[in-house]
């Protein structure tokens, strides 16, 4: 359909799962891509694959953050579409968690975001163009499970942020929404599934047993609703956090 058709899309966290679905996502709807990752080999396989540009960024360095905008800016003349899809999803609960582990959870999931949209809606409102922004979030930022909690601290301030920059810029036309994925079938989910909760090879089919819709959400679904929040299709919506999840949040049984 060509939705992004002559849009220049940033990917933070690009390089697998939910941001690798989005990049070739947006390059099918006709977008000039550029993505992040901090595995040059897993990146550079990506774009080898698809054609998309590749930056290797830490995007714990707020630097870095910012950089993959201005890089984006450098190699194309400007950001239209930026995209925060990294996350960090290490256990640790209220009683166990270190300073250390929180401030990892802070610089991934929230600060890294913060610093990316500073840099990609200062380049739109310096050009004085439209401009559209997309965060992943997630359904822990209503709260999450006890084995979350620097998670659910950060994604919680994540969707605070969204609906703030989103408020600041609507009279630049910069769009900022943000999606509170589900549960997702994602590589890195396996190998979350495998490290902190014994899983075996049939964790999926167990998880899915236990869910409303009788499966995982999956990468390309979510990649599709990102196009299109990107994309001019989606009007005007701006400073929505959409819950993508099996689970109706305030419902009870």
Same mark, same amino acid.
């Given at each position: ?47 080898? %694959?698809?054609?998309? $540009? ?6 714990? &360095? =707020? ?14 003349? $400007?950001? %239209? ?9 290490? $256990?640790?609960?209220? *009683? ?6 929180? &401030? ?24 004085? =163009? ?34 703030? =920059? ?6 630049? $036309? ?10 997702? %079938? ?11 909760? &014994?899983?075996?090879? &049939? ?5 899915? =047993? ?18 299109? *929040? ?12 959409? %819950? ?10």
């Amino acid at each position: 359909m060509g939705l992004l058709e002559d849009k220049v899309v940033l990917v933070n966290g690009g390089s697998q799962g939910v941001g690798a679905g989005i990049v070739r996502a947006a390059l099918r709807e006709g977008a000039t891509v550029v993505f992040t990752g901090r595995r040059a080999e897993v990146g550079e396989k990506l774009a080898a %694959d698809t054609g998309a $540009r590749f930056v290797r960024a830490d995007l714990a &360095d =707020a630097a870095q953050a910012r950089g993959s905008v201005v890089r984006t800016v450098e190699a194309y003349g $400007r950001i %239209d579409c930026l995209v925060n899809a990294a996350g960090l999803t290490s $256990r640790g609960s209220l *009683l166990d968690t270190t300073p250390e582990l929180f &401030d990892a959870h802070m610089a991934i999931n929230l600060r890294a975001p913060f610093f990316a949209m500073q840099a990609a809606v200062a380049d739109m409102t310096n050009r004085e =163009a439209p401009g559209t922004v997309v965060n992943i979030i997630s359904n822990c930022a209503h709260g999450g499970p006890p084995h979350l909690a620097p998670y659910s601290t950060a994604k919680a301030g994540l969707a605070g942020l969204t609906r703030n =920059a989103a408020h600041a810029h609507r009279w630049d $036309r910069v769009r900022i929404n943000g999606l509170n994925i589900g549960w997702t %079938d994602t590589e890195g989910e396996d190998a979350t599934q495998r490290a902190f909760h &014994d899983a075996g090879d &049939d964790w999926r089919e167990k998880a899915a =047993a236990a869910l409303p819709m009788g499966r995982l959400g999956q990468v390309d679904e979510i990649a599709d609703f990102v196009v299109l *929040l990107l994309s001019d299709r989606s009007g005007v919506v701006t400073g929505s956090v959409i %819950d993508w999840d099996q689970t109706v949040f305030g419902g009870l049984d």
